[in-house]
C-alpha cells in the first residue's frame, strides 16, 4: 500500500499527516513554536520540517509516495542562488509593507488583492529596499522554500500561494502590469496546488528512508489546507479556521475581490474560494488565558446568553479583514473583574468580526451562506460553537478532519493521480 504525506507550517506549530489510498490517517507528528524570539527563523523551520519527518514510523516513511506542504499565505522570503535565505523571512502579518502603499496603488489595478500592507508583492516591494537585495536571486513564500530543501528546484510555487503576489489566477499567467514594476529578482514559476514537482533529492530520501521516486508535490496555504481537510464542497459551504488568526474561507461560483476590506478569491477547480484573514483569533485569547483556563471557564459560558462587551480583540496595532486597516487599534477595555465575562466578551466579539465577514462576503457577490465547518483549535469549545451559530444564524459543525495537514495529504495523493 501506498501513504501519502502532507505537512502544514501554521501560526503555531508544524503538523504532519500521513494517509492511507482510502483517505485514512496512518500517523501524525508535530513540532509546536515555542520560541516567539528566533534568531533565525528559516533555520528554526528547516528543524521543524526535519524533525516532524523524523517522528514518522521508518516503515511507513518507506512507503511514502508523495509529500506536500503548506505555509502561512504572504510568508515569504529572499534567497541566493544556492536556495539560502539572504535576510530574515516575513510573516504573514508583517505590515511593514505599509510604506510602499503608494508605489502599490500606482502600480496594480485598483481594489486588486495585493494593494494591503501585508500581501506578499508588498513585502517584495518593501525587501527590494534592503541592503540584502543585491545578494538575492529569488523570491519565495515559504511553502516554496520548504519544498525546496525537499525536492532541490529553486523557484517553484502554486497559484494559492502566488495570489498575494499579483499571480492572475483566471488567466493562470503574471499579468503585464506586475512585469512593469522591473523589480531584478526571479519571481517563482507558478504551476497549479498538488502538481508534481520533482523527486525527493537523493540525500534526503537517503537520510529520511523515503523511496528515491518519492514525489514533493506543489502546495498550498494553511487556510485552503483548512479547507480541503473539512469536508465542504457544495456552494454556500465555508470553513472557519479558528487558529492563531481567524481565516474565513466562503465556496462560491462567483469571484469576489475587494482590497478595500481584504476580500480575495482562490481559484478551487472550476469554483472560488471567497474570504479574508484577520489578525484577531485564538492568539489573543492566549494571551490571557491559558489553555486550561480557556477550557474550564468555557465551560461557564452559557453561548445563548448575548455578551454586552464589544471588544475587537487584536494583540497589536493592524487589522486585515473585514476591516483593512493596518493601524487599527486593539479594543480589549472595559475588562470585568470575573474572568468567565472577560472570556465570553472575547469570544462573542470575535464571532461578530466572522459574522461581519461572512455577511460581507455576501453583500458583495458571493453565494449565500448555508453551512460553517470549523478547523483549528477553536473547533473544539462547544460554548463558542454555540455563539458563534446564534451570530450566523446557520448551521456551525467542526470539520470532518480539523488539521490543515490532512488536507495537505490529500492534496499530495490527488496530485499523482492516487
Known amino acids: 500500500m501506498n501513504f ?13 499527516v500521513v494517509i492511507d489510498e482510502q483517505a485514512c490517517i496512518q500517523a501524525q507528528a508535530r513540532y509546536p513554536f515555542e520560541r516567539s524570539n528566533v534568531s533565525n527563523l528559516a533555520d ?8 516532524v519527518l523524523e517522528q514518522i514510523a521508518k516503515e511507513l516513511r518507506r512507503k511514502i509516495r508523495a509529500i506536500a506542504i503548506n505555509g502561512t499565505s504572504s510568508t515569504v522570503l529572499l534567497c541566493n542562488a544556492a536556495g539560502k535565505p539572504v535576510d530574515e523571512p516575513l510573516l504573514y502579518n508583517d505590515a511593514r509593507g505599509a510604506v510602499v502603499m503608494e508605489q502599490l496603488r500606482d502600480t496594480a489595478p485598483a481594489n486588486h488583492t495585493v494593494i494591503s500592507a501585508t500581501s506578499s508583492l508588498a513585502k517584495l516591494l518593501w525587501m527590494s529596499q534592503l541592503p540584502s537585495f543585491t545578494q538575492a536571486k529569488y523570491f519565495l513564500h515559504q511553502a516554496d522554500w520548504l519544498a525546496f530543501l525537499l525536492h532541490g528546484q529553486l523557484g517553484v510555487s502554486d497559484y494559492h500561494n502566488a495570489l498575494k503576489l499579483g499571480y492572475d489566477v483566471e488567466e493562470l499567467k503574471y499579468p503585464e502590469w506586475l512585469k512593469k514594476t522591473s523589480i531584478d529578482i526571479h519571481l517563482p514559476k507558478v504551476v497549479t496546488p498538488g502538481t ?4 525527493l533529492r537523493a540525500e534526503i530520501a537517503a537520510r529520511f528512508g523515503f523511496p528515491r521516486d518519492c514525489q514533493v508535490c506543489a ?46 478569491s482562490h481559484r478551487l477547480g472550476s469554483m472560488w474560494l471567497v474570504g479574508g484573514a484577520s489578525n484577531t483569533g485564538g492568539a489573543v485569547l492566549q494571551e490571557f488565558f491559558t489553555k486550561a483556563e480557556l477550557e474550564s471557564l468555557s465551560r461557564e459560558i452559557d453561548g445563548s446568553k448575548v455578551s454586552e462587551l464589544d471588544y475587537y480583540p487584536l494583540l497589536k496595532l493592524g487589522e486585515r479583514f473585514p476591516i483593512n486597516d493596518p493601524n487599527l487599534p486593539p479594543r480589549l477595555e472595559p475588562r470585568p473583574a470575573h474572568n468567565v465575562e472577560f472570556l465570553h466578551g472575547l469570544l462573542e466579539s470575535i464571532a461578530r468580526i466572522e459574522a461581519r465577514g461572512y455577511e460581507l462576503l455576501q453583500e458583495l457577490g458571493s453565494d449565500r451562506l448555508t453551512r460553517v465547518y470549523t478547523a483549528g483549535g477553536g473547533a473544539v469549545n462547544s460554548s463558542w460553537t454555540a455563539i458563534r451559530e446564534r451570530l450566523l444564524g446557520v448551521p456551525v459543525m467542526q470539520s470532518g478532519h480539523t488539521e490543515a495537514a490532512y488536507g495537505t495529504a490529500l492534496l499530495a495523493m490527488r496530485g499523482v493521480g492516487a
Do not use: H, M, N, Q
Not at 528554526?44 to 524533525?51: G, K, M, P, R, S
Not at 508534481?196 to 523527486?199: D, L, Q, T
Open 44 to 51: 528554526y523551520w528547516e528543524t521543524a520540517l526535519c524533525t
Open 219 to 264: 502546495g498550498t496555504t494553511d487556510s485552503i489546507a483548512a479547507f480541503l481537510a473539512s469536508g465542504a464542497k457544495l456552494p454556500g459551504e465555508a470553513v472557519t479556521s479558528l487558529g492563531s488568526t481567524l481565516v474565513l474561507k466562503l465556496l462560491s461560483r462567483t469571484r469576489v475581490e475587494d482590497t478595500r476590506y481584504g476580500i480575495y
Open 196 to 199: 508534481p514537482i520533482a523527486e
Open 4 to 16: 501519502y504525506l502532507g505537512i502544514d507550517f501554521g501560526t503555531s506549530g508544524t503538523r504532519a
